[in-house]
């Protein structure tokens, strides 16, 4: 019998855990306090994996119907954790509605089973105050959309286990997702604090006249990204030069001179913000039917670049 994981929350992000562990051979349960939320839920999956078959781009070995037949509903938590060997928690993004939910699992849980939460900026100190089963807790922070971008930041609690860390990892790497680990707590954990270095500095340089919001996503999207979907800054750094050593010695004091004109956080409000709305409903309306249809293009990418990466030869 294949075994058995549990997801708290059926939104769009539970949605993708279901898919990405059911791809993997588990049998998923899918929990919240609302049964119709659970039916809507499920007819979602069927939906989108019956697409992904068809494109070819459904992951895992098994059909789309096997795939479903390893996912059922549940509205009682106490069934629900029955089996369970991982625990993820996918509510939304409420410091008090998460704590609630790990202070009732922490209660009805056993010792073996790793109790996770989908979070993006609550830090665990926070979220696992005082649990009972605290060495058993971590936050798995996908990246979205998870079923096509496989990054997931793992970061402990200071009083998580290192085999919590270990058997998630493992988990993660067995459902086809790239987890990292974070070694210690950070506000904005990895991605978004890079993330928001970039974003930072594309407002500034908009703000400030140097380049409009348009031509700004082409250097992203025609340059930096193109290289990032495949290495990393660090080792851009070390390809661009004879190694990091000399990458350094040849570039550091450009790169100080450039950072110490850095300007200050941006307010992400007033002129620039309508200036930068106003660019990209000039290529994207902000009604919901123009964003989901580039939501759907962007995915469409999304897989594309992820089949490529898959038929690169190994590093």
Known sequence: ???????????????SWAMLFASGGFRVKLFDTEQQQITNALE???????????????????????????????????????????????????????????????????????????????????????????KQCIVAHPVNPPYYVPLVELVPHPETAPATVDRTHALMQKIGQSPVRVLREVDGFVLNRLQYAVISEAWRLVQEGIVS???????????????????????????????ILSYCNRYGESMKHVLKTFGPIPEFSGATVEKIHQAMCVKVPDDPEHLAARRQWRDQCLMSIAKLKSQMPSQ
Request: include cysteine.
């Open 1 to 15: 019998m294949a075994t058995s994981v549990l997801l708290v929350g059926s939104g769009l992000i539970g949605r």
């Open 44 to 134: 979602n999956i069927r939906k989108d994996m019956k697409l992904l078959e068809q494109s070819g781009s459904l992951k895992g070995s098994l059909s789309a119907e096997q795939q479903l037949s390893l996912i059922t509903g549940c509205s009682n938590i106490q069934e629900a954790v029955e089996g369970a060997i991982h625990i993820q928690e996918c509510v939304p993004e409420d410091l008090a509605l998460k704590k609630k939910v790990f202070a009732q699992l922490d209660g009805i849980i056993s010792d073996d089973v790793v109790l996770s939460s989908s979070t993006s900026c609550l830090l665990p100190s926070q979220l696992f105050a005082g649990l009972v089963h605290v």
């Open 213 to 243: 919001p348009n031509d700004l996503d082409l250097v992203m999207s025609h340059g930096l990204g193109l290289r990032y979907a495949f290495i990393g800054p660090l080792e851009t750094m070390h390809l661009n030069a004879e190694g």
